[in-house]
């Protein structure tokens, strides 16, 4: 997880905000959220679609107005100092923003040309873009005809052309296959060792707990937690019990009975054989699975050990990231 940092992050803050709110109709897509992001970091916004990660980075990058609250870019105000704030960032979204009908060669160019590059320069910072990204061979051909991963990285080009010195990567690597997740991680961490700050929207657990420094957990609108990855799962007890089971029809009675015994809430995992657990006391653990032995409840596997991301936000919101994006989805 520490592999793009290269000695300490500076103490100086790239963002500084102060209960943001927005709101659309009814509905506080952000609820008074707080950030303090160091420069030179990567910053984790962790949750599920819905949640209202991209209307914070909306907000964050001028794009969309607050309703309350404020916010400071490297110590430029948000509300009076637009186009300071817009000349140090840059913001990649979920969605490439790149015209698919031309080449890759060109759409670089195009854009160095319109951020003022002279003609020689424009094609010489395109070639280097095209170069670091692993997409020479790719150059001239049109970018519709792109690979999803290939469409990333393309995407992520565009947007340091001109490098910024905070660049906002909202959901980078949805839909990618591993290699190409694998891909833009190592951009990130390139990024972040040149000295950008990275705000990372994800819902995948996994990719927080890779590239960032810090993260927060969002929940319908709310921060309900911030910290580094260990900070996090510590927050959420000692260790983590997992139990698979023989016959999934068991795991309702193996839910009451570890529940009884434990005095922890039990949760189902995706596998519906299976349960997890947060153990404050892992002692009590030998007897709780002793006790379904007892009940001939048959046990297949089990372990005990640090939770992980997609426990803690297990934890704090009561369901697993998927559910909750599942629900998030169905109240829209």
């Known amino acids: 997880m520490e592999e793009h940092k290269q000695g300490q992050p500076s103490t100086e803050l790239a963002v500084e905000a102060k209960g943001l709110v927005k709101v659309f109709g009814k509905h506080r897509a952000v609820d008074g959220v707080d950030l303090s992001i160091q420069k030179g970091t990567v910053y984790g916004f962790l949750g599920p679609n819905g949640a209202g990660k991209t209307t914070t980075i909306r907000m964050l990058a001028t794009l969309l107005r607050p309703d309350e609250g404020s916010a400071r870019i490297f110590g430029h105000d948000l509300a009076s100092e637009t186009d300071a704030v817009r000349s140090r960032i840059s913001l990649t979204g979920q969605y490439a923003s790149i015209d698919e009908d031309l080449t890759g060669v060109e759409n670089l160019v195009m854009i160095a040309r319109l951020l003022g590059y002279p003609r020689k320069q424009a094609q010489a910072r395109a070639n280097e873009l095209l170069s670091a990204f692993s997409l020479q061979e790719a150059a001239k051909r049109q970018v519709k005809n792109y690979s999803g991963g290939m469409r990333r ?33 190592d951009i990130v961490r390139a990024l972040v060792s040149a000295g950008t700050t990275v705000l990372l929207t994800t819902q995948y657990l996994d990719e927080a707990d890779q590239l960032a420094d810090r993260i927060a957990v969002i929940h319908q609108g709310k921060m309900i937690a911030e910290g580094t990855s260990s900070e996090l799962k510590a927050s959420v007890g000692t260790g983590t019990l997992n139990v698979s089971l023989l016959d999934s029809e068991d795991r309702a009675r193996a839910m009451d009975v570890l529940g009884n015994k434990l005095e922890v809430p039990i949760y189902p995992s995706s596998d519906p054989a299976s349960l997890t657990a947060q153990v404050a006391d892992p002692s009590r653990v030998a007897e709780a699975l002793g006790e379904l ?18 426990e803690v936000f297990l934890t704090l919101t009561g369901q697993p990231v998927e559910e909750q994006q599942a629900s998030e989805e169905a109240s829209r």
Do not use: H
């Not at 947007?159 to 891909?183: K, M, Y």
């Not at 032995?293 to 997609?310: A, H, M, R």
């Open 153 to 185: 990285r393309i995407d992520i080009a565009a947007s340091i052309v001109v490098t910024p010195d905070l660049l906002f990567l909202d959901e980078p690597t949805t839909g990618l296959d591993p290699r190409s997740r694998n891909q833009v991680w």
């Open 293 to 310: 032995g007892k009940e001939q409840i048959g046990v297949s596997t089990f372990s005990l050990g640090q939770p992980s991301l997609d």
